[in-house]
C-alpha cells in the first residue's frame, strides 16, 4: 500500500508516506525538495489567425503564455537551448480556430512564428463497444501526446447522451494526433457508478475501446469502518482489480473551517475476490492527523483499476507517470459516493 497523509495544517506533520505491503522489486522514489529555476521571459510572435481573439503557447520544457493577439509573452523554467513550441488561436468563446506545432525550437529573446502555416482542427470516430444496455451518459476525451513524457493542453471533450455506438471527437493539435495520442471514455449508469477505458497509442481517423476486453467490476456500496478501519466495497460484473485507490478527509480534533483538514490518499494491490481495505494507523506522535469519527468524515472517492500496460501493475498505476511512452490501455472504475 501507498499512503499519503496531507494536514493543512495538524499539529508536527504536514504529510505523511507510508508503504506497506511491498513486494521484492518494488523500488520507492522520493521527491527531494530543490531550487526552483530562475525564470526567462521569451516573446513569441505566433501566425495571425483571421477570427482569433486568444493565443496560447506552450513550451515541452516547462513554460507558458496566453494573449490576446499573436504576439505573446512566455515565461519558461528551466530550459536548454531548444524547446517544442506549441501554439493555439481560439475565438472568443474558446474555441480553437488553428494550431501550430514546431520542434526543437531555438530559444531566444524574440521568437518569430508568424510566417508558419498553423494548422485547422480534425475530426476522428470512437466507436464504443463492449457497454452494458442500462447507460445514462457517456463522454469521450481524446488527448494528442506531444512526447512520451508530458501533454499538450486544450484538448476536446465531445459529450453525447446514451444510446452510443460511435462519437465524433475534435483534435485540435491535428499534427500531432498520429501516431501517439491518449484516448479516453467515460461511461456512467446512475446508483451503480462510472467506469473509465484509456488506452495510448496510435490514434487513428477511426478507433475502438472496447470496454469487455479489459474488464473490471462496477464499483458500489464503498464505506468505511472506523472502529476496524476497515473500508468495503461491492463489485459488480466480471474481471477484477490491480489496485484500489481513493481518498478520505476528516479535521483534526478541535479545528474550524479548513484548518486542520486531513485528507489520505491511498493506493493498494488488490486481486479477483478483493473486497475490503484495512488502512493503517498512524504513529502516536502523528494522532492529530489520524483518522476519527468526526461528524465531518467522509469518503471522498474510491476507485480501482487495472491495465495491460507492460511492467508491474501497482507502479503504472498508483501514479507514476508513463515516461517510456509504453502504449497500453488502463481499465477503471469509480464508486458513486
Known sequence: MLLNVAADPAPGLLTALAYLGLAPGDVIEL???TPPPTPVVSTVIAPTVPGAEGYQVTLSCG???DGGTATV????????AASDIFIRAADAEGITLATLVRRSVPLTAVIDLSAETPTAPATTQVALTGLPTDLTYADVFLEPLGGAEWRLPGAIFNTTVVPVASLEVTREYA????PRGRLAA???RDGVGTRVLERRGTIGATNTLAFDQLEVPW???ASIDLTTRTMTWVGEG???FDVVSGQLQNFAPGSSGSEGRVRWNFAARTGAGVDELVLPRLPAAYAAADLTEDPSFILR???GARTDLPGDAFTRLSGVPWLDGAAGSVASSVAPI
Not at 175 to 178: F, G, H, T, V
Open 219 to 221: 464499483l458500489s456500496d
Open 175 to 178: 499534427q500531432l494526433d498520429l
Open 63 to 65: 513554460g507558458a503564455g
Open 238 to 240: 466480471p474481471g477484477a
Open 31 to 33: 521527491p527531494v525538495a
Open 186 to 188: 467515460t461511461v456512467v
Open 301 to 303: 472517492r474510491l476507485g
Open 73 to 80: 509573452e512566455v515565461t519558461r523554467y528551466g530550459c536548454g
